[in-house]
């Protein structure tokens, strides 16, 4: 596992400092109550996490993949549902960076590193999540302009959000036959579904985006026509990376609770962090997220070096990652007895934030079909 500079260790800090103020005194009321604290997303952007993996020149903070998983552990520790938002709207930002021109980089980067336009990542649809490359909204050319008609299905900030980051199919069906479009909030024909009603993530909106003959101009196309898949799969790896540092930071905190609760309650005349068989469920939880950590890490400099094996290492290091993030959650809620079921003490929010991780950013069964393809392609 690498040793952390000392610029590493200041990002942690700060992002865990204001985890600390700002997050974690307000994720159980935001939870209940619904509620998106824009307003807290950018005083986040004032740190520069806005724009994590943005180049300087824009306005970013130019960090590393590695060091953006030392901000979002840290950051979930506080509210997982606000630090996985963050994690979406960064990887909007990271794209338009990487394939946006020089007129829309300096366009929309400035307002997506404040935060001042917040952002959708729009690919899943009604009828196309883990076979993204049948998505049907379609972008028909028309002069200068695209037109828009279609549904987006389970997009985060919806209905919030400025700026909308879609995949939309410019030619024949396929991955080759989709581009990636960005459109704006304000553009007529752009309409949104309610807000749904889900088991975690309650402190950001999730809603369908629908799209009916919205006209774009063409200049807002993100790199060639026909490259929006394989812009979105690049996107992907490291919002598969940052998921899974989401699911450590809030499950790590969960066990943090676990080890206070248990240390403070006593049973059969005990406390019962002596007995032992609760404290090897303890060292399994805790040998289990430090195995994720160093997986992601592993990744995460693959990633950064632009390692042939990334795709691989960032779909095992996800499952792995979320997985285990979850089962701890679920543990510590165990080990709290009925407390852990009760609202006030946090930890039932965790377990319903963290679940969602396996099943977002490619799903855990896709995961290990991008594992088992690269295995079947190494025998060939």
Not at 67 to 87: Q, T
Not at 355 to 374: F, P, Q, S, W
Request: proline share 4%; glycine share 10%; charged share 25%.
């Amino acid at each position: 596992m690498p040793v952390l500079t000392d610029d590493q260790l200041a990002i942690a800090r700060t992002a865990e400092q204001f985890a600390a103020e700002y997050l974690a005194p307000q994720a159980v009321e935001w939870d209940e109550h619904h509620t998106f604290p824009v307003d807290v997303l950018r005083k986040a952007a004032q740190l520069g996490m806005g724009g994590i993996y943005v180049r300087e020149d824009a306005g970013g903070s130019g960090l590393s993949r590695m060091d953006g998983l030392l901000v979002f552990e840290a950051l979930a520790a506080g509210c997982p549902s606000v630090a996985a938002y963050l994690s979406i709207h960064n990887m909007v930002a990271w794209v338009v960076d990487t394939y946006g021109d020089r007129a829309q980089r300096d366009r929309y980067l400035p307002h997506l590193c404040s935060m001042q336009f917040l952002s959708s990542y729009c690919l899943t649809e009604p009828g196309a999540g883990s076979d993204a490359a049948a998505l049907r909204t379609s972008a028909r050319r028309d002069g200068d302009d695209y037109v828009l008609n279609g549904t987006k299905q389970f997009i985060s900030g919806a209905g919030t959000s400025d700026v909308y980051l879609v995949m939309a199919r410019t030619g024949a069906p396929g991955p080759g036959g989709i581009s990636a479009v960005l459109v704006e909030r304000d553009d007529p024909g752009l309409s949104f579904g309610p807000e749904e009603r889900k088991m975690g993530w309650k402190a950001q909106p999730t809603r369908q985006v629908f799209f009916e003959d919205v006209r774009v101009p063409v200049t807002r196309r993100l790199g060639p026509e026909g490259a929006g898949f394989r812009i979105a799969m690049s996107g992907l790896n490291g919002g598969r990376l940052n998921i899974g540092a989401c699911s450590l930071g809030g499950a790590a905190e969960a066990l943090r609770r676990t080890v206070a609760y248990l240390t403070d309650r006593s049973a059969f005349g005990h406390p019962l962090i002596e007995a032992q068989a609760l404290q090897f469920r303890l060292a399994d939880m805790a040998t289990e997220l430090e195995s994720a950590r160093s997986l992601l890490w592993r990744a995460a400099r693959a990633l950064d070096d632009g390692d042939e094996d990334a795709l691989r290492l960032c779909a095992m290091a996800k499952r792995v990652a979320t997985d285990a993030g979850f089962a701890v959650a679920d543990g510590a809620l165990q080990l709290h007895g009925g407390y852990g079921y009760l609202a006030e003490y946090g930890i039932e929010k965790i377990v319903r934030d963290l679940r969602v991780h396996r099943i977002l950013e490619g799903t855990n069964e896709i995961m290990r079909l991008i594992v088992a393809r690269t295995l079947r392609e190494g025998t060939r």
